[in-house]
Nanobody
Framework: EVQLVESGGGLVQPGGSLRLSCAAS????????MSWVRQAPGKGLEWVSG???????TYVDSVKGRATISRDNAKNTLYLQMNVLKPEDTAVYFC??????????????WGKGTLVIVSS
């Protein structure tokens, strides 16, 4: 079955950086758009960033300039580099697969998430 396993979360101070990874398997990773979605404590789901198979990217306004989504198709791995982290970035970050190579398409599989806590 499709598997998405996030890693790289942890506790970081405001202004710090973190790189999240998502190891994908059991589907053709290289032809699907992928996204990162997060859920802050007590909040709903918030789409953060998406990337197509060829590397076209898009971001939610709140992370523009601070986050960089990337992928290594040869390694079936998705990444999210986050810099200048803020307390409001605290959330469980999920890796998600899109139905097609469009970021606008629905997401049909999600990982279990990795927790990021930004606090001093």
């Amino acid at each position: 079955e499709v598997q998405l396993v996030e890693s790289g979360g942890g506790l970081v101070q405001p202004g710090g950086s973190l790189r999240l990874s998502c190891a994908a398997s059991e589907f053709t990773f290289s032809i699907h758009a992928m996204s990162w979605v997060r859920q802050a404590p007590g909040k709903g789901l918030e789409w953060v960033s998406g990337i197509t198979s060829s590397g076209s990217t898009t971001y939610v306004d709140s992370v523009k300039g601070r986050a960089t989504i990337s992928r290594d198709n040869a390694k079936n791995t998705l990444y999210l580099q986050m810099n200048v982290l803020k307390p409001e970035d605290t959330a469980v970050y999920f890796c998600a697969k899109h139905l097609t190579n469009s970021i606008a398409a629905g997401m049909d599989f999600w990982g279990k998430g990795t927790l990021v806590i930004v606090s001093s």
